[in-house]
Nanobody, 123 residues
Framework: QVQLVESGGGSVQAGGSLRLSCAAS?????MAWFRQAPGKERERVAT??????YYGDSVKGRFTVSRDNAKNTLYLEMNSLKVEDTATYYC?????????????????????WGQGTQVTVSS
């Protein structure tokens, strides 16, 4: 069982930046950030497996996902934030067989989830 704890959410004005962190109790090969806004489906934001990363179209060029394996910590650097980035952000993790599988993994693939951290972007 892997426990995930997110931190770093908060309120920021449009154009600002935030950095989310996700501390994991153990190693998993694939980690990801998802987000969900009220009334909307959960959206895959970014995944990282080895050196392979994936970004959703809505965040490409603005968000950067990274991980520190020594600390079992996942990060999401969010720049040029927009009002539409407002959501609860969730960290997710899974043991997958390949980095390629991680880059296409949907929410149902991930066994472990954090409790979520709120990000609010105001205009």
């Amino acid at each position: 069982q892997v426990q995930l704890v997110e931190s770093g959410g908060g309120s920021v004005q449009a154009g600002g930046s935030l950095r989310l962190s996700c501390a994991a109790s153990g190693y998993t090969s694939c980690m990801a950030w998802f987000r969900q806004a009220p009334g909307k489906e959960r959206e895959r934001v970014a995944t990282i497996g080895g050196m392979t990363t994936y970004y959703g179209d809505s965040v490409k060029g603005r968000f950067t996902v990274s991980r520190d394996n020594a600390k079992n910590t996942l990060y999401l650097e969010m720049n040029s934030l927009k009002v539409e980035d407002t959501a609860t952000y969730y960290c997710a993790a899974a043991m997958l067989g390949s980095w390629a599988a991680c880059s296409i993994a949907s929410a149902s693939t991930f066994k472990y989830w954090g409790q979520g951290t709120q990000v609010t972007v105001s205009s």
